[in-house]
């Protein structure tokens, strides 16, 4: 772990902590695709934001970066290819997970790759060690029944839920990452906004709770976010791609955990992004919203003192 972050504090937490200090990184939803433009997602940006997100991972020097998935916009071979160009630069350990846009869709026009996704890169769900730590991680984006082929949405399953249960009771310290969020911010409208939340998001609430999980990490929502399912505080990553297009940083220490929003675009390149957003399709539209919400509500929770900046926590259902 070397440099300080740059960013405003997101959250600060009183678990999980650890004797030692550790750094995690987690870029999530890059939407990397080459030769296209347009969008609320900023196509036209997606590798040099991605470039950027990993050249920022390693000034940062944490002792893993996850990726925590939509590495591509369409699934194309096209973009993975990219994609694993890009991260030829990164020079951290690194843990990979699948996001809708990653695997492949009935709905598709084109072909993806011949190998799964986590053929290509990690074997999923698994258990990475860092310090203290387990961080787990969980393939929410596809399923053996092929039941997510048809939806941006995503769940965790049966098996999963289950080997998650059973290897949570033997590690000390956990940290869960998914795509798919586990909870719905409480200022988050229905309609396409409910294939951001988990299918079976109160089972796996559930695990987490029970186990006495301290923190989650999810992406998808493209949004920086805190809630919490009662002991175990969920962090949204916002996402690289569309506005705020930043990651986030998590040192741990014997103080707690402390999360900040790592900026990754200048000042006009942000303001561009919003107002694609804003003036794009109402999905778009009313995530910026939200991400306005928050952003100037910064840090939006100290559980450290049990307090709150802006709109608090909400409890998932």
């Keep these: 772990m070397s440099a300080d972050p740059p960013g405003p504090v997101l959250a600060t937490l009183s678990q999980p902590r650890t004797a030692t200090s550790h750094r995690i990184c987690v870029i999530a939803d890059p939407h990397v695709v080459p030769n296209q433009t347009g969008t609320w997602k900023m196509a036209h940006r997606s590798e040099e934001l991605f470039s950027r997100a990993i050249a920022t991972a390693n000034r940062l020097d944490p002792e893993l970066t996850v990726l925590a998935g939509d590495l591509t916009a369409d699934g194309t071979v ?29 709905f598709d026009d084109h072909a993806g790759p011949p190998a799964t996704f986590e053929s290509r890169y990690d074997q999923l769900p698994t258990i990475r060690e860092v310090g203290e730590l387990g961080v787990f991680a969980l393939n929410t984006a596809q399923a053996a029944d092929n039941s997510l082929r048809s ?65 989650v990490i999810s992406a998808h929502h493209h949004l920086p976010a805190v809630l ?7 962090i949204m990553s916002p996402a690289v791609c569309s ?20 900026p990754l ?53």
């Design 78 to 106: 096209a973009s993975f290819t990219r994609v694993d160009e890009l991260l030829e630069a990164l020079s951290t350990p690194v843990l990979t997970i699948p996001g809708n846009h990653d695997v492949p869709k009935s």
């Design 151 to 215: 939806t941006w949405g995503g769940k965790v399953g049966d098996d999963s839920r289950q080997w998650l249960a059973d290897m949570l009771a033997e590690t000390p310290c956990p940290i869960v990452v998914v795509h798919h969020n586990v909870g719905a911010p409480a200022d988050s409208p229905g309609g396409k906004f409910r294939n951001f939340q988990l299918q079976d998001a109160p089972a796996v609430a559930d695990i987490l709770t029970t186990a006495e999980v301290p923190l």
């Design 228 to 234: 919490t399912h009662g002991v175990t505080t969920e």
């Design 243 to 262: 506005y705020p297009q930043a990651m986030l940083t998590f040192d741990i220490s014997s103080h707690g955990t402390t999360v900040r929003l790592v």
């Design 265 to 317: 675009a200048n000042g006009e390149e942000t303001v561009s992004s919003r107002h694609a957003a804003v003036t794009g399709k109402p999905l778009a539209a009313g995530i910026a919203e939200m991400v306005d919400r928050r952003i100037d509500s910064l840090p939006l929770y100290d559980g450290r003192s049990g307090t709150t900046s802006g709109s608090p926590p909400r409890h998932s259902g």
